[in-house]
């Protein structure tokens, strides 16, 4: 099992340019969820997806999209970069988002907007 | 809404020196907790994680935390560190009850000298 995937692993943008994070999971886990992590701020949440075909705003949605494909897949859009965005970005699955269950991470894609 | 506190941001220790790194959060009813860890360039991992029961759980590679209720505390320990500890560690928290999202602390990086 690779676990959880994502690609990029860098990305560097100018402002205003758009892309797209991707992340999979082999795990066949129901909940998914995209961060990022900034020095001394921890991690926010940015979206998540409860299970397949459900997306909810986190803590700091604003400037994001995403898409949960299949319930391998959730990606991660930024349609016009801003300096503010960037930061390491993580997504994570669990098996469903109850309490219960611990999360577990991608390697992380590093995004410095210019 | 929940929130997570971990009041050492940088700690520096020297190998087998005793560790303590302190998180404290806010929330009014049944919570479960975690502690993550992120090595080096790594991804983040689970390190333990209490739900109920005993209040001492005891962790991956020597770690154990401690469950105190009376004070929204939830410590991590480790008796003699090693070089190969250095890393960041999160403290994490969601709600018992039904679906809630994690909060996650701003972590603590942890420094450990040969």
């Known amino acids: 099992n690779a676990g959880v995937t994502q690609t990029p692993k860098f990305q560097v943008l100018k402002t205003g340019q758009s892309m797209t994070l991707q992340c999979a999971q082999d795990?066949?886990?129901?909940?998914m969820y995209w961060y990022r992590q900034d020095p001394g701020m921890g991690l926010r949440l940015i979206y998540y997806?409860?299970?397949?075909?459900?997306?909810d705003k986190g803590e700091v949605p604003n400037g994001y999209n995403v898409s949960r494909l299949n319930k391998r897949e959730f990606s991660l859009r930024l349609e016009s970069a801003a300096p503010s965005q960037t930061s390491v970005y993580f997504c994570?699955?669990?098996?469903?988002?109850?309490?219960?269950?611990?999360?577990?991470f991608g390697p992380g894609t590093r995004l410095t907007v210019l | 809404a929940q929130s997570v506190s971990q009041h050492n941001h940088h700690v520096i220790l020297s190998e087998a020196a005793s560790l303590e790194l302190g998180c404290n959060y806010s929330?009014?009813?049944?919570?479960?907790l975690f502690w993550y860890v992120q090595y080096p360039g790594q991804h983040l991992q689970l390190l333990l994680k209490?739900?109920?029961?005993?209040?001492l759980v005891k962790g991956i590679k020597g770690f154990e935390a401690e469950f105190i209720k009376s004070k929204f505390s939830f410590n991590l320990r480790k008796p003699s560190v090693q070089w190969s500890d250095t890393a960041e560690y999160f403290c994490?928290?969601?709600?018992?009850?039904?679906?809630?999202?994690?909060?996650f602390g701003t972590g603590t990086k942890l420094q450990v000298i040969p």
């Open positions: 795990m066949n886990h129901n909940s």
């Open positions: 209490y739900f109920s029961g005993d209040p």
């Open positions: 929330y009014g009813g049944t919570v479960n």
């Open positions: 994570a699955s669990s098996e469903t988002g109850g309490s219960y269950n611990e999360q577990f």
């Open positions: 994490a928290v969601i709600s018992a009850r039904g679906y809630q999202k994690v909060t």
């Open positions: 997806s409860a299970s397949e075909g459900t997306t």
